[in-house]
T-cell receptor
Framework: GAGVSQSPSNKVTEKGKDVELRCDPI?????LYWYRQRLGQGLEFLIY????????KSGLPSDRFSAERTGESVSTLTIQRTQQEDSAVYLC?????????????FGQGTRLTVV | SQQGEEDPQALSIQEGENATMNCSYK?????LQWYRQNSGRGLVHLIL?????REKHSGRLRVTLDTSKKSSSLLITASRAADTASYFC?????????????FGKGTKLSVIP
């Protein structure tokens, strides 16, 4: 597609439920990132993927969070047993290669509200 | 405190004025990037400056980088109401060999028509 696509755009869920967020990166982009942004805050790194290499999961806040990516395509971020503090905008980004000198293209995010 | 902290946190100016935002960071970097965010959703890449560069221009944007002070500034000249947004700097950590881009909390810019 023309840009990074995330779905759903908005998600309201009850505390304790599991949610799955989806990211479709730009075709041909080998690197994919997930970030979380709480209201009025900066972006908090969660995880990144590069091709078939082992992902860097160092930013995942707890074992309730997990992410998968099949090859260089779609990624899903799963949050189990959601808590109110999980409420945030979850942003996905992709870049042509994984590296320090390539720009990241962001999706519009999924706004998650846990009630 | 975290890598890539912007200041001021909020800035309000009149249309036509220049806006300057600053970013400080803590580690050695390979490059520094500035992004813009409208309405709390997706970020748009503005400009990337490498660690061996001191200044870079793109349209009405001017970015400087001082690696000795671990700081960068973003100048928007002749601001427009449409420039109203939050601006973030993002850095890597070359020492850690990490590909993570670490973002600050951003500067919220309001341009008053």
């Amino acid at each position: 597609g023309a840009g990074v696509s995330q779905s759903p755009s908005n998600k309201v869920t009850e505390k304790g439920k599991d949610v799955e967020l989806r990211c479709d990166p730009i075709s041909g982009h080998t690197a994919l990132y997930w970030y979380r942004q709480r209201l009025g805050q900066g972006l908090e790194f969660l995880i990144y993927f590069q091709g078939n290499s082992a992902p860097d999961k160092s930013g995942l806040p707890s074992d309730r969070f997990s992410a998968e990516r099949t090859g260089e395509s779609v990624s899903t971020l799963t949050i189990q047993r959601t808590q109110q503090e999980d409420s945030a905008v979850y942003l996905c980004a992709s870049s042509l290669v994984l590296g320090w000198n390539t720009e990241a293209f962001f999706g519009q995010g999924t706004r998650l509200t846990v009630v | 405190s975290q890598q890539g902290e912007e200041d001021p946190q909020a800035l309000s100016i009149q249309e036509g004025e220049n806006a300057t935002m600053n970013c400080s960071y803590k580690t050695s970097i390979n490059n520094l990037q500035w992004y813009r965010q409208n309405s709390g959703r997706g970020l748009v890449h503005l400009i990337l400056i490498r660690s061996n560069e001191r200044e870079k221009h793109s349209g009405r944007l001017r970015v400087t980088l001082d690696t000795s002070k671990k700081s960068s500034s973003l100048l928007i000249t002749a601001s427009r109401a449409a420039d109203t947004a939050s601006y973030f700097c993002a850095t890597d950590d070359s020492g850690a060999g990490s590909y993570q881009l670490t973002f600050g909390k951003g500067t919220k810019l309001s341009v008053i028509p």
